[in-house]
């Protein structure tokens, strides 16, 4: 007789019979990431895949909630956990409880990734770095206040110049609540007015032990600080993400302080050096005037000015000569030229042809010139002009027309 078997009870089978195999329970697969999706309970599905096979794998939301990089498509991974099967599908799948970058490191591959989504933006732009003071009163240190860092800054700035102000803004460097810490401190430097720089950085130390000044929320905090900020995070081959987003990097938190402030000692000397350059500048100028006004008084014009001016005065009197001379021909053109535009309109003027014995006759009430004996009737009174002189006198008669 046939044995048959449920689909549900093969699969139980299966699932039995993988999960009791312990080295399926504690493994350890490398793969490329393929069909990645974040779904919005926070779970990652993604596909692992090589040349020749794939399988299935998730990660939940208590898994990759502290992971520190963003899986994606393409990526070389080394995945562990345990391979079950899910009775629904029936098919088994790994559920991975670490992640890591083949190859990269996972925290070298969140530090390449934070790294260039933050230069994108543009908080690395070099436009929007802050100058430094170049003689700053008052300095924020934000460092752990029990570490050897912060002696090295207080005894180096005090070297240089033992008048710069020093305010420690205590914060934890490394650790699970150094990131909390450190933006508390920097938004605390931004809120204190009377500050002229910041310094943030710690001594050196493992990638972990850095790992605080990788932080999206530390990068962000110290692109929005007011105040210039130099970071001084390690040794000299250490970067951090803080490094790029400061305004100026320096290799170690002892560079830090000598970036920070100039040595007054040398100052002073530099200031000594330029008062000298000044003063010999401006003695070689005033040599340069002084020759430049001896040269200018032995001109005859200013020993003998009387010379000087003599021939301007002859030069003026001759101008003026001239002058007049012009004014009188041209004064004596017009007069000429007027004479014969007088004789011209008296040829013309009615006065000349009244002196020849006639006469003009109005109308007195309106004025009217008359022409014709029809136009003035007996009674009415007329205004005669003579060559000399006017009459007025009443019409009698008048006769023809």
Not at 96 to 118: D, I, M, P, T
Not at 216 to 240: K, N, Q, Y
Request: hydrophobic share 40%; proline share 5%.
């Amino acid at each position: 007789m046939k044995k048959i078997f449920t689909v549900s009870q093969v699969t139980a089978y299966l699932k039995q019979l993988i999960e009791g195999e312990p080295e399926l329970q504690n493994i350890w697969i490398s793969g490329e990431i393929s069909n990645f999706t974040r779904h919005s309970s926070g779970h990652m599905y993604f596909t692992l895949k090589d040349e020749y096979a794939r399988i299935r794998a998730v990660m939940f939301k208590r898994e990759n909630q502290r992971l520190p990089f963003q899986p994606h498509d393409g990526l070389e991974v080394l995945a562990y956990g345990r391979i079950a099967v899910y009775p629904k599908n029936g098919e088994y799948q790994l559920y991975v409880e670490l992640l890591e970058g083949s190859g990269w490191g996972s925290l070298y591959l969140a530090f390449e990734q934070l790294k260039e989504r933050l230069a994108q933006e543009g908080l690395f732009d070099l436009a929007k770095k802050k100058p430094l003071p170049p003689l700053p009163r008052k300095i924020g240190v934000i460092t752990s206040p029990t570490g050897a860092a912060v002696h090295d800054i207080i005894r180096i700035l005090h070297r240089r110049n033992p008048q710069v102000d020093i305010l420690i803004i205590p914060a934890q460097v490394q650790g699970e609540l150094a990131p909390q810490s450190l933006v508390a401190a920097i938004k605390l430097a931004g809120c204190l007015k009377d500050l002229d720089l910041v310094i943030i950085g710690r001594g050196g130390g493992s990638i972990e032990e850095l790992w605080a000044f990788n932080d999206e929320g530390v990068a962000r905090a110290l692109a929005a600080c007011p105040h210039p900020v130099i970071s001084g995070v390690g040794h000299e081959t250490d970067f951090t993400i803080a490094d790029f987003v400061a305004d100026l990097r320096a290799p170690t938190p002892s560079g830090a302080a000598e970036l920070a402030v100039p040595e007054l000692n040398e100052l002073r000397k530099q200031i000594s050096r330029n008062t000298a350059s000044l003063k010999a500048a401006i003695l070689k100028i005033c040599r340069r005037k002084a020759d430049h006004l001896s040269q200018l008084a032995n001109r005859m014009a200013l020993k003998r000015p009387d010379h000087f001016l003599m021939p301007r005065r002859q030069q003026l009197d001759e101008a003026k000569e001239d002058l007049i001379r012009a004014f009188r021909n041209l004064l004596a053109q017009k007069r000429q030229l007027l004479l014969q535009q007088a004789g011209k309109l008296d040829a013309l003027s009615p006065l000349s042809t009244l002196g020849r014995g006639y006469s003009l006759t109005f109308k007195e009430a309106d004025g009217s010139l008359l022409r014709t004996a029809a136009a003035i009737a007996a009674g009415e009174k007329v205004k005669v002009i003579l060559h000399r002189g006017q009459l007025i006198c009443t019409v009698e008669e008048t006769i023809g027309e």
